[in-house]
């Protein structure tokens, strides 16, 4: 059995954003700008956000946030968007999830320009990686998986996966760029969710497992085949008393039971968790090539 | 076995279109509009854009083609687009595919206004079929299958359908629209494609088979269990000496011999082919309705 690193192929993914970053900057004299928006006070999200952009900082982008709060409205966010896309130092725009529930995201993600949309969500971006037109952005944590597939060589081709959950931010596009044409892609995809009957066996038969549904350890060592590869990419957490925090942290797989039966298995943590923000910045990178019209 | 007939679904999606065109008139005073692009002389093409137009004007909307020679261009293309995007009588526009091959269709497409879209074919209708934002439209043949499955009062919900097939026309849009929330739809679904393996097996464990390959006569009766329900979308000329035109159509199934193990099979032709077109119309409909604020 072999573990997929999450932290390995987000900096060999990252070593790469920081030199593109470098050559636009040098050859082109543009330093590439992500900013992010976030509404209210959740504290996952202000991490999440944190984090996002410290890192485009550390890539050498130019990196900023915008917070608004709680209690703000769609105007002042569709405002603040219009700016944004106005603004030709700011090739990406991300609109942290979830908004206060006065917001109407999908309308608020509609009005980002989609040459900035850089976490893929605009329906003309997400219409274009349905059709497979590859210019522009793909969906970062599913791209990210890609990108695990892809560094460890995982021949894809053919394979039978199994695609647990049908979300608009995991499911579908993990469907879509597993089935379509290309390397480390070709596979023959099943999307299974709530409804499916015979789930079960429908995994067992899998040669590949992307479990995204967000329940605690769910995919069982019966359900997966010997040899099969198995990525968690859920974050759940559950009580642990032997903790100080009082819970810990597991993926949509058993782990422990399950590991010993696949040929490769992401942990959770550290699997596919720091792969979204590699992925998320490698799509700023391509914001401002696609905008500056420049090819790296 | 039952024969699930494209004549019968058709006629009765036809039915509404002509009431709801009837409605619009009176009560709105708009009169729904499709015209039709066709570049060159494709002796098919012009058989088709002549039903749409026809059937159109027959259900009482206006209706018009533009025919452009086989040497158009890409600008005189965009330029008659633009017209019909502006103009208000024209709800609804369809580009004939494919054009002669000096013409970029992906641009063509994208050039069209999304709410006149009537073909489901743009980026942003795309990702908002994918999404599963359902104001807008929804691709004409796979939807088509949808209203069959609807109208024969097909369980779908948790069964196992594959579909063989990864175009961008018929077997990615029916992966998304089969898999997605809702009545008739709710499946488990597997896409199969050239790079497939076990694709006999991944067929034989299937309730339900959509077929869209185009490959005459691909799906065998080892193919199929007992008691499935077989959509063929195939429409494929194969040599017949017996007939005075020297060919016949036949689907992507070999029909006489899987017929008799289904619980609901379509024939070619008469099956799905005359679905597209009606649901063509009901997109027009839709077109008018989005662009007038009218709710039916």
């Given at each position: 059995m072999q573990l997929i690193e999450g932290k390995v192929v987000s900096a060999s993914v990252l070593d790469q954003v920081k030199k593109d970053v470098e050559i636009i900057k040098e050859k082109h004299g543009i330093t590439p700008g992500l900013e992010v928006v976030i509404a209210g006070d959740d504290p996952a999200s202000q991490v999440y956000v944190r984090n996002k952009v410290l890192k485009a900082t550390e890539m050498g982008m130019h990196s900023a946030k915008h917070e608004l709060s709680n209690e703000t409205t769609q105007e002042e966010i569709l405002g603040l968007v219009d700016k944004l896309n106005n603004d030709p130092k700011v090739h990406g725009i991300l609109v942290q999830s979830p908004p206060p529930p006065q917001i109407d995201e999908r309308s608020v993600i509609d009005s980002i320009n989609p040459q900035k949309d850089v976490d893929c969500f605009h329906p003309y971006n997400v219409g274009k990686l349905l059709i497979g037109d590859e210019d522009g952005f793909l969906p970062c944590t599913p791209n990210g998986v890609m990108a695990m597939l892809e560094h460890y060589d995982i021949e894809t081709s053919g394979k039978h996966a199994v695609v647990l959950g049908r979300s608009n931010i995991v499911g579908k596009p993990m469907m879509v760029l597993m089935s379509r044409k290309g390397k480390y892609a070709n596979s023959t995809v099943t999307m299974c969710h709530s409804r499916t009957q015979n789930l079960e066996e429908m995994c067992a038969s899998a040669d590949i497992i992307v479990a995204a549904?967000?329940?605690?350890?769910?995919?069982?060592?019966?359900?997966v085949k010997e040899g099969a590869v198995v990525i968690d990419v859920g974050i759940n957490r559950i009580e642990d008393a032997s903790k100080k925090s009082g819970f810990r942290l597991v993926g949509d797989v058993d782990f422990d039971n399950v590991a010993e039966k696949c040929s490769y298995i992401t942990p959770v943590p550290g699997g596919v968790g720091p792969m979204t923000i590699a992925m998320l910045l490698k799509n700023a990178v391509t914001a401002c090539c696609l905008q500056h019209g420049i090819t790296l």
């Open positions: 549904i967000g329940v605690p350890q769910f995919v069982k060592e019966n359900m």
